[in-house]
């Protein structure tokens, strides 16, 4: 077994060749598929001599022939073994034209082609096209494509790749093939191909610009009638690109294939997604809305990557997040338009602690763009996902709306049909804003939660207040010392009746140093500062604020998020005394305080229920565990379940109430309104 070596980020060189056009053909057959690559390559003069060889990656595959410049070359003319295919002297520019035998049902690895069910489909991400034909498999090399595919018709009535169909025809022995052609360049990873017996629904899309688009979702026959919640679903995330990025979709066609046993869960495929059936299906007898909410997030995320991801793509791998961390950041703003906004950030979060904020503490801790990997599978992970879209969120809060949209359109004006970088991403954000991000770039390079302090100290002699900020990140594997990030902090003071007093020049606290203090005067005795608002850095807080103050900014925040997040400390501190309880052998008890905070929240008529839903349920024990450095997992458990029974006793009439109450919606609407009275009928019947 060959010893997997480690690629490191500053042995990134460009590519010694580039590949302008590539033309495939697939001529399907029973047990394999012959594939014909005929691509015009020319060398990268700045990096290159007479003397250096062409290098393609390969897998192992049959190789048939090898044509380079009308020429037939002998087997010895070139070599093919240990994942690579050279050949030694090449002109400047030439058309080589491989034919290589592929065997799809055979194929095991779930990259390149391979069967799925009855279909065959591809997964080329992140380097699977090199299973496909040899290839220059890196990000940076982008070409454009026509794709043939010739089949079977019983077999195979449905032959799909990416971009415009321009030909169809039938042919003897019940055959027929077609032609693809993608008129945009782009990496081989997304390069796609369907082939197999499946149906279709179809629509279309209006673009701002007056173009009709045509709009298909494939999927198996028995599924077929659950995919029109997804074309729902695409129409919205076309239309709010258009509306908030100014992006319109640039093929005549869309097309979404879902299938059953797809591997890699999502795919963007330039043109041609191809999802695991899970997220694109939804029976309104039978899904949840969270299913619903779920589908409406991946189709809109992967139909993002058009352009964040398709049209600008990444110089090499290490740049993972700058497609997938704003893609995300990207959906999560679409589902927070068409949605609350405060429900999918509490989601957000708590998807952020439960899973990320683990991952940074463990034996997996990375950089949001890593300097090595050994195979680039192991990093489509939470932090490069989740954290990376944070990132993005905190530069859209440091620079603004308005200046973020300026920076999006100088980014697609300047990179449109590149491979860039994450610096070049920051760079243009900067010139945009005329901010200078320079140390915010730590955040990629830097590995860890930090942890921020806040300390306070008052004179009530001169009304002035004095918050003092400290971060710290633990030293892990990658850096033994951190530097000071730079954080913002979304902020406000709160006086005793709940208004906002904060000056105006201070609602956007950014902490550079180890350690700051920032002094408000004129504020009254018994004001509560509410911070991280919107959780608007993705850091670990740690408070002086006391539980009634805790039960003050649940009851009066302006901020949802941070009501919730003031509930959420509110149950850690009373079940961490309820564990401490259990282990000490004591009389369990649940505070007055807690109580009464709860019942003023569930009974406040004006709050949007949905959040109050989420605000008022309690840490799920993978949340708590996080807040022990030993996890005594029978006490855990048994002081959630004890804290929510005693709840339950204590309120059980308004639970009756609410839940008599919220049972007039529709039950099968997926409006916010109908979704938003479920979701707290569900949390009554969950305590009750």
Known sequence: MKTPEKIYLKDYTPPAFFVDQADLTFEIKEDLTQVNSRLKIRKNQSITDKSTPLVLDMDEFEIISVIAGGMVLLPHEYTAHDGLFKIANTPDAFELEITNILRPHENTSLEGLYQSGTILCTQCEAQGFRKITPFPDRPDVMARYSCTIIADKTKYPVLLSNGNLVDYKELDNNRHFVRWEDPFKKPSYLFALVAGDIDHIEDTFTTRSGRIVDLKIFSERENIDKCYHAMTSLKQAMEWDENRFGLEYDLDLYQIVAINDFNAGAMENKGLNIFNSKYVLADPLTATDEDFMNIQGVIGHEYFHNWTGNRVTLKNWFQLSLKEGLTVFRDQEFSSDLNSRAVKRISNVKNLRGQQFPEDAGPMTHPVMPDSYIKMDNFYTMTVYEKGSELVRMIHQLIGEQNFKQGIDLYFEKFDGMAVTIEDFIGVMEKASTRDLEQFKLWYFQSGTPIVTMI?????????????????????????????????????????????????????LELRKEKESFVFKNIPEKSVPSIFRQFSAPVKIQTDLTDE?????????????????????????????????????KNLSVSKGLVAAFKKALTDPTRDRA???????????????????????????????????????????????????????????ISHGAMADRSLKNLCLSYL
């Open 549 to 585: 103050e805790l039960s003050f900014l649940m009851a009066n925040d302006t901020d949802e998020f941070s009501r919730w997040d003031a509930a959420q400390n509110l149950f850690v501190k009373e079940l961490k005394l309820i564990i401490n309880a259990i282990q000490s052998r």
């Open 611 to 669: 959040c109050l839903a989420k605000t008022l349920s309690l840490p799920m024990e993978t949340e708590i565990k996080n807040h022990f450095d030993l996890v005594d997992v029978n006490a855990i458990n048994t002081a959630r379940l004890f804290l929510k029974q005693t709840i339950a006793g204590q309120m059980k009439d308004q639970f009756l109430n609410i839940i008599d109450l919220c049972s007039k919606s529709d039950p099968l609407s």
């Open 456 to 508: 306070r100290s008052y004179n009530p002699e001169i009304q002035q207040l004095e918050i003092t900020f400290q971060q710290k990140t633990l030293p892990d594997r990658n850096q033994e010392i951190k530097k000071p990030l730079h954080i913002p902090i979304k902020f406000e003071i709160l006086n005793a009746e709940g208004k906002n007093i904060t000056p105006v020049n201070k609602k956007l």
